[in-house]
């Protein structure tokens, strides 16, 4: 990709990650950057209480992914994040989790630099360390979980999509993304793959937030669990020994937060 030899716009663009919902996860040094910020772009998965940390008077543009082709959405975020960058000392990009897992932080800091507009990085508490610590999951533990993957799944049907084997191994936590519409596959395709039946999973439904939702079933009843539960988008599905500890801390028993074993 060419890059230009030099800086041709005035502002900044600072990738925030919003962390995964509770406005008490952002890092002291995101929320210093959204309370310094002439302008912020925000994603679908940020919530309400962090949009409202933003400094007063900041001007703020929704760019989530809708309709249309991702590249071709991911261009025009792009291209209006050049433009700001252009007019704004200070433009945050704020986006849910941690830009730099399953966020395409990668993808615009490339674009920033090869448009030589200065930018930097402000990492946020991922779904999964977020969602596994207040639904009571620890992604590692000793004797049950050396390993731990975050897969996407968002193309878990198709061939080559998801190396199946490598999940399917004991002492191995997955944590599926984008993986409402997989669990059948996911189910499917790990037991075909050796990972045992009686596996403990957990589905975390906006994990974080006061809506949040916690099931835990085993592996052969994860696809008619989500359908009975209604599962909806964002959720994340836990699959290892670790789901089966059944620790309940706090952040789990505070009104309006439900864990169902
Ligand atoms: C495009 S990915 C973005 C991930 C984000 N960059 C991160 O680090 O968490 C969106 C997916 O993250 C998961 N996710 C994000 N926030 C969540 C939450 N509060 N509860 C459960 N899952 C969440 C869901 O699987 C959702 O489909």
Same mark, same amino acid.
């Given at each position: 990709?060419?890059?230009?030899?030099?800086?041709?716009?005035?502002? /900044? $663009?600072? &990738?925030? @990650?919003?962390? *995964?919902?509770?406005?008490?996860?952002?890092?002291?040094? =995101? +929320?210093?950057?959204?309370?310094?910020?002439?302008?912020?772009?925000?994603?679908?998965?940020?919530?309400?209480?962090?949009?409202?940390?933003?400094?007063?008077?900041?001007?703020?543009?929704?760019?989530?992914?809708?309709?249309?082709?991702?590249?071709?959405?991911?261009?025009?975020?792009?291209?209006?994040?050049?433009?700001?960058?252009?007019?704004?000392?200070? /433009? $945050?990009? &704020?986006? @849910?989790?941690? *830009?730099?897992?399953?966020?395409?932080?990668?993808?615009? =800091? +490339?674009?920033?630099?090869?448009?030589?507009?200065?930018?930097?990085?402000?990492?946020?508490?991922?779904?999964?360390?977020?969602?596994?610590?207040?639904?009571?999951?620890?992604?590692?533990?000793?004797?049950?979980?050396?390993?731990?993957?975050?897969?996407?799944?968002?193309?878990?049907?198709?061939?080559?999509?998801?190396?199946?084997?490598?999940?399917?191994?004991?002492?191995?936590?997955?944590?599926?993304?984008?993986g409402v519409?997989?669990i059948p596959?996911i189910e =499917?395709?790990?037991?075909?793959?050796?990972?045992?039946a009686s596996t403990p999973v957990a589905l975390v439904e906006?994990?974080?937030?006061?809506?949040?939702r916690v099931f835990c079933d085993t592996l052969e009843g994860l696809a008619s669990l989500a359908r009975q539960v209604a599962l909806q988008?964002?959720a994340l599905v836990i699959v290892?020994?670790?789901a089966g500890?059944?620790?309940?801390?706090?952040?789990?028993?505070?009104?309006?937060?439900a864990v169902a074993a």
């Amino acid at each position: 990709m060419k890059r230009h030899s030099s800086l041709s716009h005035a502002g /900044v $663009v600072s &990738l925030v @990650g919003a962390g *995964p919902g509770d406005p008490d996860l952002l890092t002291v040094r =995101a +929320l210093r950057a959204l309370q310094a910020a002439d302008c912020v772009v925000y994603d679908r998965l940020v919530s309400s209480d962090i949009l409202a940390l933003i400094r007063a008077g900041a001007y703020r543009e929704y760019a989530g992914k809708g309709v249309g082709r991702p590249s071709a959405v991911q261009q025009s975020i792009n291209a209006r994040l050049f433009a700001l960058a252009g007019q704004y000392r200070r /433009v $945050v990009r &704020l986006k @849910g989790g941690d *830009p730099f897992i399953f966020g395409r932080g990668g993808e615009e =800091a +490339l674009a920033l630099e090869a448009a030589g507009i200065a930018w930097e990085i402000i990492p946020g508490i991922t779904a999964a360390t977020g969602c596994g610590a207040y639904a009571g999951i620890p992604l590692t533990h000793r004797g049950l979980a050396q390993q731990v993957t975050f897969v996407t799944a968002h193309r878990a049907s198709a061939e080559g999509g998801v190396d199946w084997a490598s999940l399917a191994r004991a002492g191995c936590t997955v944590v599926f993304y984008m993986g409402v519409s997989e669990i059948p596959t996911i189910e =499917a395709q790990l037991q075909l793959h050796g990972r045992s039946a009686s596996t403990p999973v957990a589905l975390v439904e906006n994990g974080c937030t006061p809506q949040q939702r916690v099931f835990c079933d085993t592996l052969e009843g994860l696809a008619s669990l989500a359908r009975q539960v209604a599962l909806q988008a964002p959720a994340l599905v836990i699959v290892g020994e670790v789901a089966g500890l059944g620790l309940r801390p706090l952040s789990a028993l505070i009104p309006g937060v439900a864990v169902a074993a």
